[in-house]
């Protein structure tokens, strides 16, 4: 099933492209709008991965630009990040909590090294308020190395045919 444009929107945040690369393909597949969640401090290097590991652990919030898009324009809302300390990444948490209307249908996706999804999946449930109609849980290096290919696709086709329920 096509969908017409602009009634998804995929949302990411990405240090270092691997889960911006899944939201490209996610936003071409659907024809998706795609948002950028651009965080204002500098993550590069050492203490940029310090600063991001302990606001991951702990749960904080941080400073972004204001987005392009406004989520409440859409009918689903494609959610991305890379796992920070088992959690989502601080500005996911930031824009998440920032955009309080739920309307729209919701999706998941992260990308991490190795360490278990389920608490940051879990955590994205919660803050959201309500279930999401489908999640994809991805390593790095399976991005990487391109073998994502099938659970994708099975991520996308539950996507499309939440258009029609
Ligand atoms: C601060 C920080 C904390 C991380 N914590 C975890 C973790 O707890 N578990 C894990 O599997 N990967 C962890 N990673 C690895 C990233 O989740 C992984 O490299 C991800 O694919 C990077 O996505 P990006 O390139 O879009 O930023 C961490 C990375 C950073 C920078």
Known sequence: MDISPNRALVVYYSRTGTTRSVAEEIASCLAADLEEVKATRDRRGLWGWLVSAKEGV????TSIQAPKYDPADY??????TPVWGENMSSPIRTYIKSHPTRFQKVAFFCTRQGSSSGKTL???ERL???PPVAVLDLKEKEVKERRIK????????VLKESFGR
């Open 150 to 157: 099938e659970e994708l696709d099975r991520f996308i086709d």
């Open 58 to 61: 702990l749960g904080q919030l």
């Open 122 to 124: 879990k955590e994205l």
């Open 75 to 80: 009918e689903l809302l494609v959610i991305g």
């Open 128 to 130: 959201w308020g309500k």
